[in-house]
């Protein structure tokens, strides 16, 4: 006979707890030179325009929105 005939799924990962996190407000942290501050903005605009473009539907569901019947 099978030993394992039954399987338990895996348990989903626990959410995150708000109590978790932690506030730093900006007058906490040391003050960025310029062009360093320039540089973090660029990389935050590129990470910010590359999750949007994730989150667009892709061609083939764009297409499919068209011609759905």
Known sequence: MLRR???L???PPPAPNPG????????GLPPL????A???QALYQWA???A??????????????????
């Open 5 to 7: 005939r039954f399987r």
């Open 9 to 11: 799924l895996a348990p």
């Open 20 to 27: 978790a996190f932690v506030l730093c407000p900006l007058s």
């Open 33 to 36: 030179p310029p062009d360093q």
């Open 38 to 40: 320039a540089w973090q």
């Open 48 to 50: 910010f325009a590359e």
């Open 52 to 69: 949007q473009a994730v989150v667009q539907p892709s061609l083939l569901e764009r297409d499919l929105l068209g011609v759905w019947n």
